[in-house]
């Protein structure tokens, strides 16, 4: 070995050399090529080999991943490939988990369900009292949500809403509470419309002709989360009734699709607006497997037999709760304001 010549430039000749009888050999050449390349680089400075002549090299095009390194290069040049051409070495950026909320609808999902149809269903989207009692339900709901615990067979998370008979605002209530938990606890809400009809919310909400509970049959059947309808309320989901078909025997069948879509997303809420216990055997079946029911009442209307009646069909659910609706109030207990009006609504837990 030469004093004059450093230890280093004979290992980089070498490599470049072993580079070219690559090339020659092999037709794979872009990053070999870009091996040489960098062995020249590093010869740069010693000027009694940057002397000798080199066959001229093609252009460099894209870099191959590193499994295109030649075996007789990676033996010759495993330190040049590292220090000089870091470049060939492919970073890959693992995407994050999807979340359940933001998995729950692919890339062609249909139109999400408009603020205007909400509101044309009952959605109360403007700061008032209504609101405020809505939003006092809320807190009742959620604390019983959160203190029920899941038991086999039961689903702590499935909130059923009813009445004695039709007509007395279960789907009213059912709407508002499903929008004050997405958006006043921001917690991911379903709300599940288990009824057909003129009146329905499935109705109401331009979606009579979409797929929806009817279509599931338990564990079999299409997937219910590909079932769900996004709203412009963020957080806010509808399972509409789906197209009708023959009536038999679908509670206990709607009772286990709801087990199983509950199961499936863990950090939702599905809040189940049922046809009237004394018109539908629904509700009584659903109460089977519900974390609670809430029982509408309306003011100077419902009758206690008719009430009573319909708690005992409901008495399969542990924690069964009664909501007054449209209290014509007289007196300065209402939010925001004096006395109300006879004709005005109050919607209060009780």
Known sequence: M????????????RAADAARIAIADDGRRHLVERAADAARVAMANDTSLARAPRPPLAPVEAIPAVEAIPAVVEEAIPAVVEEAVPAVVETVVVPPLHSQFAGLLGHNEPAPVTRALLRRA?????????????????????????ATPS????QARLVVITSSRSGEGKSFAALNLAASIAEGAHRPVILVDAQQGAGSLSTLLG???APGLAQLRGTDGPDPVGLLRRTEV??????PYGMAGPSGAQGSAMAAALLNLAGRLSDHIVVLDTPACMESSIAGLVAAVA???VLMV????????????????LDACPTLQLLLNRLALRVSDRFRGPAARAEDVAVGAH
């Open 291 to 293: 974390g609670q029911i």
């Open 122 to 146: 009952g959605l109360v989207d403007e700061a008032c009292h209504t609101r405020e009692e809505i939003a006092l339900v809320r807190e009742q709901v959620l604390r019983n949500v959160d």
């Open 151 to 154: 038991a086999e067979g039961r």
């Open 298 to 313: 309306e003011a100077e209307r419902t009758k206690r037999p008719e009430m009573e009646a319909a708690l005992d069909i």
């Open 234 to 239: 963020p957080g806010l989901f509808v399972l």
């Open 2 to 13: 030469s004093a004059s010549i450093p230890r280093r430039s004979h290992l980089v000749e």
């Open 207 to 209: 979606l009579r002709a």
